[in-house]
């Protein structure tokens, strides 16, 4: 049998559920997207269950999922993905964090979480940090897309098992982090140091005082969340035989594909923003499957318009999800096989994560095509595949490209 190559196409957080400003559909069912639907139509389709029914995945563990990976067992936390995201490599007995930059006011209440989605100067503002000493504990400290940003800590006896700083919530105060157990105790004492210097240092700084003559929100804090530290994880190119690339514009999903062991592919005009450049993106997984038999595609603006509870933005978004497929359709050939997922719902009316499924399309030549039309959520209920789990995926798409062994004699 002849192996095919597979492109593997994650738009974050796209599932959503009926909104009631849009007739009670989702914005998958409300928008216009004649190319998605037109692969749903040749397609076989079914719900995902990103890590299983009603669990809220976070991106990195349905990532890890989507790959092949039981997340239950490999996951060390979000931060040391953040990490290798934006260039940090991890040493033994680092504790690497995930962080924003955000606002918070003189009782550090904090005002807004992601500091007016900050666009520039965080570079500035990441080098103001980066190299803090914490007693016996160095600081690293990275700027990632936009509001993100990753933290190290570098020193002997550390633990990640710290609670965040990070409430999650604004009109909240910066929370005092806590050890878990008794030897994180250093690690949280470093944490809220860190804290209180980060607020003292961004709070006057001149990023920060030229953001606010302008009417715009400081970054005067920095909040962590996800401590971990680096996983051992077996490289997907041994686990499944292939060489694999990646393509995404925000850094924790870049530190997802070095993690376990794909080749990054930089793409201009891939921010990870609402400014992303989609169609450049689908231009490059082309190029790439030229050269590569696994191409994964994330896609992070459905993620953000959830996020802010924003039900016509990401209706416009998948409009442009849509011109994207329409590139890849017209240039694709019948020797890729195709899955269009999520790696989890964010509905707008939640502004978070949730554990309701996402739909999955797989494509290609010989694909047992079901009945299903559209490419939604309540739609793709009705498909042939079912409703599977997120690691049931990869497996799937390795039997459907020829790739997979047998079991058995």
Sequence with gaps: MDQRKILLIIFDGLGDRPVTELGHKTPLEAAPKPNLDWFAANGMNGLLDPIGPGIRPGSDTSHLALFGYDPMEVNTGRGPFEAAGVGIELQKGDVAFRCNFATVDERLTLTDRRAGRIKEGTEEL?????????????VVFRAGTEHRAALVFRGKGLSPKVSDTDPHEEGKKILTSE??????????????????????????????????AKGGAAANMVVARGAGIAPDLEPITQRLGVKAAGIAGVALIKGMFRAVGMDVLDVKGATGGLDTDMVAKAEAAIKALKSYDLVVVNVKAPDLCGHDGNASEKIKVIERIDQMMGHLKAHLGPDVVVALTADHSTPVAVKDHSGDPVPVTIFGEGIRVDEIPHFDERSAARGALGRIRGQDLMPILMDQSNRIEKFGA
């Design 179 to 212: 050890p878990l157990e008794s030897k994180a105790k250093a690690t949280a004492k470093a944490l809220n140091l860190f804290t209180r210097e980060a607020y003292e240092i961004l709070k006057d700084h001149p990023v920060n005082r030229a953001r606010v």
């Design 126 to 138: 990441a080098k103001a940090l980066d190299g803090l000493k914490l007693g016996r504990v160095k």
